[in-house]
């Protein structure tokens, strides 16, 4: 999952909405990932 965040904000940074949320956005799942992965260990 980690592997394709970049390619995803990159995408979503390109879209009239997106790129003013992006980076909210990729804290947001990047924060929800490493979460999982505490949890999944």
Request: charged share 30%; glycine share 8%; proline share 2%.
């Amino acid at each position: 999952m980690r592997a394709l965040v970049d390619s995803w904000y990159a995408a979503l940074a390109e879209t009239p909405g997106g790129m003013y949320q992006a980076d909210d956005l990729k804290k947001e799942v990047l924060s929800l990932i490493d979460q999982e992965e505490r949890l999944t260990g």
